[in-house]
């Protein structure tokens, strides 16, 4: 008996994510035949990271998604309200943004339709699949090993895109190490509001001693609260314990009173690393890391998505062109952009200069340059 031979793709895309998912969709649709899209999850479990900033609109429109995307009921955002650098309270309103206004989305089904595009385009989606191993193949592309419960398999792409998220597992088999990190932890608690509740339809923030707090209504209804800090400061005050959480929703006086009287869905705290970085080598003969397994922001930020699409789409032009290269340059120079937009933000609260989560983080900033606030 024959062995069978060893499937070939064109470009194998590591992870279906945003980054991941865009990039296979847009290369189908350019034509590209042979692309493979590697999934480990199957899009049903809970994802955090709902906040999409009006930016994403034109690229939705772009990829043709527009209608499919206010299809899936996704919830409105018109702005957001935050208690940042004092007590008062500050608007950023979508009313007169020329891209309209944001979303709150149900994530776990906004990645479920990227994927499902970028299979109806062309591209072959394998989903509660793992990329388990690599090694680059003599005759060029490598050789990758996937994984599911039950078989391992092995397939040959040209070409790989490592979209595998903070796990940059991919790039990391080509020894690549992620720099710049700063260890932020986002601890949630889902709460389901009495039913005459009302939904504000904006992003809420408040800055308090130890972190900051930001919470948005899902598209399901619930009201979804976090609180971010860093690992020493939720390690020291054991925030991860529901009651320790709880205390400390209870002393923030902004965000106790958005959630009233909510009860929650659960008592666990749900926790999430939410770590800053990027990686010291974006590219290599044959490979291209994107999204976040290039580089991540700070959720502060909420530009994660629309950074995550934007590489999908930027990498499968220049995949088509050869010119790989140039998009890790572009994904390079937008980091350091983000860097400066970060430490802005963290510099303008000065309430707590003695408390260790504003102390670690505004030191972490002191090499990097800030922008000027007239130019924000
Ligand atoms: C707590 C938190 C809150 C956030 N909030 C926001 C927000 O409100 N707005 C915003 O814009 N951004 C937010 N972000 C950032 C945003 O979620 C990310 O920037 C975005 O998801 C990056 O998309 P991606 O496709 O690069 O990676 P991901 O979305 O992480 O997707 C990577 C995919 O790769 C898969 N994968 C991993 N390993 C393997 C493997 N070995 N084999 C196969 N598949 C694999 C994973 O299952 C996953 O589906 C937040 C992030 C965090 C941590």
Not at 236 to 250: G, I, K, T
Not at 273 to 296: E, F, K, N, Q, V
Request: glycine residues 8%.
């Amino acid at each position: 008996m024959t062995a069978s031979p060893t499937p070939r793709y064109r470009v194998a895309v590591v992870g279906g994510g945003p980054a991941g998912s865009v990039c296979a969709l847009t290369l189908a649709r350019q034509g590209m035949q042979a692309v493979l899209l590697i999934e480990a999850g199957d899009y049903t479990q809970f994802r955090i990271g709902e906040s999409l900033p009006p930016s994403a609109n034109p690229l939705l429109h772009e990829l043709g998604l527009a209608p499919a995307f206010l299809e899936q009921g996704h919830a409105p955002c018109h702005g957001s309200c935050s208690y940042w650098g004092s007590a008062q309270r500050g608007y950023n309103d979508a009313l007169m943004d020329p891209l309209g206004h944001g979303w709150h989305l149900d994530r776990a089904r906004f990645n479920r339709l990227l994927a499902a595009q970028a299979q109806q385009a062309g591209a072959e989606l394998r989903m509660l699949t793992t990329l388990a191993s690599s090694a680059p193949a003599g005759s060029g592309g490598f050789y990758l090993q996937l994984e599911t419960d039950h078989q391992q398999s092995t397939v040959h792409a040209d070409f790989v895109v490592d979209a595998s998220g903070a796990r940059a597992v991919f790039a990391r088999q080509r020894g690549s190490r992620k720099l710049d990190t700063l260890p932020l932890v986002c601890l949630a608690m889902r709460f389901a509001p009495p039913a005459d509740f009302p939904q504000s339809g904006l992003t809420h923030l408040e800055a308090v001693e130890h972190g900051w707090w930001y919470a948005a209504h899902l598209p399901d209804a619930s009201l979804l609260l976090t609180f971010y800090s860093d690992a020493a400061t939720v390690k020291a005050l054991r925030l991860q314990h529901p009651e320790r959480w709880l205390s400390a929703l209870a002393a923030a006086p902004n965000t106790a009173r958005l959630a009233g009287d909510s009860a929650p869905l659960a008592m666990e705290v749900l926790s999430f690393p939410a770590p800053s970085y990027r990686l010291d080598r974006l590219h290599g003969a044959d490979w291209i890391a994107i999204g976040d397994a290039a580089c991540a922001y700070d959720p502060i930020t909420s530009q994660g998505i629309v950074k995550a699409i934007s590489n999908g789409i930027t990498a499968a032009q220049t995949i088509h062109e050869r010119a790989s290269a140039a998009c890790a340059n572009g994904i390079a120079e937008d980091y350091r952009r983000y860097l400066v937009m970060r430490n802005t933000y963290y510099n303008w609260e000065q309430r707590w200069p003695n408390a260790p989560f504003w102390r670690r983080l505004q030191q972490n900033s002191l090499d990097q340059p800030m922008m000027q606030l007239s130019s924000l």
